[in-house]
């Protein structure tokens, strides 16, 4: 199911590619930070039953991808395009969890003559603009990592270290206590009694093969220019937001609503970061495929 597919500048690009392996269309889906291409992997029937060739990637750095230091949220679009000019795919719809939802995005935004549609699931917004408190409502834990991050890599590099060891070796019963102050109880049930957890918890610990590259870089790379303006995209884009989210607060997906101007909202009550994929995943697929 994985393959390796050589970038334009060369990098190797660890590639989930499963689904209807004969189609035309594909289904680009972008993992959350800290993940890997390996978290869509329950996806591919829903692929496959939709005709789409599912291809997921490891961003740089994470997973068996070589690392691209210094890259953009914008600089994922050459990445998609390589990956599926290789596997022969002519168009897609893209999907973007967490810290993927910029990276849908982008692609919505720079390669819009192949993307049909975006669907944005609890993403982050950008940083630095005046009318988003980017982490106004983020669980603690998710506000002492950004302030390292906004002090550059070398700080960021010394907190993983601290920090980011465990999730090497986590077990799947491990993984809600260690997300602490990040997961309200609708996200503890959907990690515990609906089969999150072992397939973030199998992501996390392939997602840190080659060290902590890739979460550094998603780290700066979300408090830096995205490298395009959301009000560029002209595709359909569906924003879908949990307001009880503690990983990217309901302001997140208000904003984007509010700045893109194809955006449809799809804010749900009483969800959570991981409940809104776990309860919503049939209807975030459907609304994708009406793009087609």
């Given at each position: 199911?994985?393959?390796?597919?050589?970038?334009?500048?060369?990098?190797?690009?660890?590639?989930?590619?499963?689904?209807?392996?004969?189609?035309?269309?594909?289904?680009?889906?972008?993992?959350?930070?800290?993940?890997?291409?390996?978290?869509?992997?329950?996806?591919?029937?829903?692929?496959?039953?939709?005709?789409?060739?599912?291809?997921?990637?490891?961003?740089?750095?994470?997973?068996?991808?070589?690392?691209?230091?210094?890259?953009?949220?914008?600089?994922?679009?050459?990445?998609?395009?390589?990956?599926?000019?290789?596997?022969?795919?002519?168009?897609?719809?893209?999907?973007?969890?967490?810290?993927?939802?910029?990276?849908?995005?982008?692609?919505?935004?720079?390669?819009?003559?192949?993307?049909?549609?975006?669907?944005?699931?609890?993403?982050?917004?950008?940083?630095?603009?005046?009318?988003?408190?980017?982490?106004?409502?983020?669980?603690?834990?998710?506000?002492?990592?950004?302030?390292?991050?906004?002090?550059?890599?070398?700080?960021?590099?010394?907190?993983?270290?601290?920090?980011?060891?465990?999730?090497?070796?986590?077990?799947?019963?491990?993984?809600?206590?260690?997300?602490?102050?990040?997961?309200?109880?609708?996200?503890?049930?959907?990690?515990?009694?609906?089969?999150?957890?072992?397939?973030?918890?199998?992501?996390?610990?392939?997602?840190?093969?080659?060290?902590?590259?890739?979460?550094?870089?998603?780290?700066?790379?979300?408090?830096?220019?995205?490298?395009?303006?959301?009000?560029?995209i002209t595709v359909p884009v569906t924003i879908w937001q949990g307001d009880l989210d503690?990983?990217?607060?309901?302001?997140?997906?208000e904003w984007l609503l509010k700045h893109i101007p194809t955006a449809k909202p799809r804010?749900?009550?009483?969800?959570?970061?991981?409940?809104?994929?776990?309860?919503?995943?049939?209807?975030?697929?459907?609304?994708?495929?009406?793009?087609?």
């Open positions: 199911m994985f393959q390796s597919i050589k970038s334009r500048d060369g990098r190797i690009l660890d590639v989930l590619v499963a689904g209807d392996t004969e189609s035309k269309t594909a289904l680009v889906c972008h993992h959350g930070t800290p993940s890997d291409a390996s978290i869509w992997s329950d996806w591919h029937q829903d692929a496959l039953e939709n005709n789409l060739l599912l291809v997921a990637i490891s961003r740089p750095g994470y997973g068996l991808s070589d690392r691209s230091s210094g890259r953009t949220i914008s600089t994922v679009a050459a990445d998609v395009e390589d990956a599926l000019d290789n596997l022969g795919a002519d168009k897609f719809l893209t999907v973007g969890w967490s810290g993927g939802g910029p990276h849908a995005l982008a692609c919505g935004a720079l390669i819009p003559e192949r993307c049909k549609a975006v669907s944005s699931l609890a993403g982050v917004g950008p940083y630095g603009r005046p009318d988003l408190d980017f982490l106004e409502g983020m669980g603690p834990e998710n506000v002492e990592e950004f302030g390292i991050a906004l002090q550059g890599e070398a700080p960021l590099r010394i907190w993983m270290e601290e920090h980011a060891d465990a999730y090497r070796t986590i077990s799947d019963n491990e993984l809600a206590s260690a997300l602490g102050g990040l997961v309200p109880e609708v996200d503890v049930i959907a990690l515990n009694e609906q089969g999150l957890a072992s397939v973030w918890a199998s992501s996390m610990r392939r997602c840190f093969t080659n060290g902590w590259d890739g979460w550094i870089d998603d780290n700066l790379a979300f408090c830096s220019e995205w490298g395009f303006e959301p009000s560029q503690l990983m990217v607060p309901f302001s997140h997906g804010l749900e009550k009483g969800h959570g970061h991981l409940s809104l994929v776990a309860d919503r995943r049939q209807a975030i697929i459907d609304d994708l495929i009406s793009n087609l």
